[in-house]
């Protein structure tokens, strides 16, 4: 039983030749099955318009996209309610110790996550960088200098 060879469509009623860059990539490749495909295709349908689509689009975003490990120790330092100092020794302990983890960043993601479980909703990200408290406006002078 042959293998089924994916990764195109034709679009019959607008003359086009959809396939994915993988497809594309491979049909490239002379005498490979996708390269006689596309051919016999061209063959057939000497006016075809030939599309390659990129890969698959991300359709939710990363939820942890900026929260690098210096973030994470500004976070920390910006807290005032807690012990600083012990928190910072505590991180820095988790990031030795998640050196023996499968995935170190996730093993200090996970730790960072628990200990502060609403540090989404009381930091401002900006810029790659946690801000502890919200800025103020610039104050404009009362007296304009001409």
């Known amino acids: 039983m042959e293998k089924k060879i994916r990764g195109y469509e034709i679009d019959f009623t607008t003359n086009t030749l959809y396939m994915n860059y993988k497809f594309a990539e491979a049909a490239n490749i002379p005498k490979s099955k996708e390269y006689l495909l596309v051919a016999e295709i061209r063959k057939d349908f000497p006016k075809i318009k030939i599309i390659t689509r990129a890969g698959?689009?991300?359709k939710t975003c990363n939820a942890n996209k900026r929260l690098t490990y210096a973030n994470m120790e500004s976070?920390?330092?910006g807290q005032t309610e807690m012990n600083v100092d012990?928190?910072?020794y505590l991180f820095e302990l988790t990031k030795?110790?998640?050196k023996c983890a499968k995935s170190p960043?996730?093993?200090v993601r996970d730790w960072f996550v628990k200990q502060f479980p609403n540090y989404k909703e009381c930091k401002i990200l900006k810029e790659d960088?946690?801000?502890p408290f919200a800025e103020a406006a610039?104050?404009?002078d009362e007296e304009?200098?001409?």
């Open 105 to 107: 960043y996730a093993f």
């Open 75 to 77: 976070y920390i330092k």
């Open 138 to 140: 610039p104050q404009e």
């Open 129 to 131: 960088k946690i801000i």
């Open 86 to 88: 012990e928190l910072l």
């Open 144 to 146: 304009k200098v001409s």
């Open 96 to 98: 030795i110790e998640s």
């Open 56 to 58: 698959r689009n991300a």
